[in-house]
């Protein structure tokens, strides 16, 4: 669906993006990650056609964005961080005019209308001034401005910014409802809103990608290690030591606590390969009693502030 390749964008002698790659199928719910001056908003305006590269390519649908850019412009529907609305406007003549100017169809003009409030949960303000409005109500006001002419490819840029929690869980749904049909990019500063809402995950850091996965992908791999624990009956720690450590891929053998009935102990293992199954195979020739064993897990806020921190 879309295809980026060595995308690099430069500010005078300021690099924002720096040759950047990758691919959106379509379908997917795309969330771009990265700290304040990372290069996600330059990266999403390139994605729209609204800034031009200083180098690499954006094809879209087999479109490029050098050649075709009006073409691609209606293949999208975009929703920049603050939404671009007519504060003076009631909210319904300000979806007609969106409607006109998108050239929507006379007789499909109210129909789509009605949809979208529906969609969007905005039918009881359609007769509000959009000044008047809170800024939840104006995001969803321009999220259906955005989704006005049926795009194929929705992009968000920050669409929770500001939001109070009540109104960031309905836009999420919202984007859940809505990226059963579309392609989406979110760009986002909250964790908890790309593990809720996003089926991949990007991380940029200057500029750069650091990061693209599924939140248990990212999970899995960002400390390059694999931690399992186990808390084990009828054994000593010596002999747990000596049993285990000779698996190809352990690194070490940890105790973590010990009493005289429990030992509790901590591996640490490659993160080429699942080990469990050996482990469970050797516990089981033994006489130990296996009360818990489960393989530790990093949380997404603590991989982006890894992958993010500042050398």
Request: glycine letters at 6%.
């Amino acid at each position: 669906m879309i295809h980026v390749e060595n995308l690099t964008k430069y500010y005078a002698h300021l690099c924002a993006v720096d040759q950047i790659n990758f691919d959106i199928q379509k379908g997917e719910i795309l969330g771009l990650l990265g700290p304040n001056g990372a290069g996600k908003t330059t990266t999403l305006r390139m994605l729209t056609g609204y800034l031009q590269p200083s180098s690499g390519s954006i094809n879209i649908k087999g479109l490029s964005i050098d050649k075709h850019v009006l073409k691609i412009k209606k293949l999208l529907g975009y929703l920049p961080e603050s939404a671009p609305l007519y504060h003076d406007m009631l909210v319904f003549d300000y979806l007609k005019y969106v409607a006109a100017i998108r050239e929507i169809d006379s007789d499909q003009k109210l129909p789509r209308i009605r949809q979208l409030a529906d969609l969007c949960g905005i039918n009881e303000v359609m007769s509000k001034p959009i000044g008047e409005l809170s800024k939840g109500y104006k995001q969803r006001v321009g999220l259906a401005h955005a989704m006005m002419s049926d795009p194929e490819v929705l992009v968000l840029d920050e669409p929770t910014s500001g939001l109070d929690p009540n109104q960031i869980v309905e836009i999420r749904k919202i984007i859940k409802e809505i990226g059963k049909e579309k392609t989406i990019i979110i760009s986002t500063h909250i964790l908890s809103e790309a593990e809720a809402t996003c089926d991949r995950i990007v991380i940029i850091n200057q500029g750069k990608i650091v990061a693209d996965g599924s939140t248990e992908t990212l999970k899995q791999f960002a400390s390059g290690k694999n931690i399992m624990h186990l808390c084990l009956q009828n054994a000593d720690f010596k002999t747990v030591e000596t049993n285990l450590s000779k698996l190809d891929g352990v690194e070490s053998v940890t105790r973590i606590t010990e009493t005289d009935s429990e030992l509790d102990v901590r591996l640490t293992c490659q993160s080429a390969g699942d080990l469990r199954p050996d482990v469970y195979r050797i516990i089981k020739d033994t006489d130990w009693i296996l009360l818990d064993f489960h393989q530790e897990t990093q949380t997404l806020e603590n991989i982006f502030r890894k992958l993010t921190k500042e050398s």
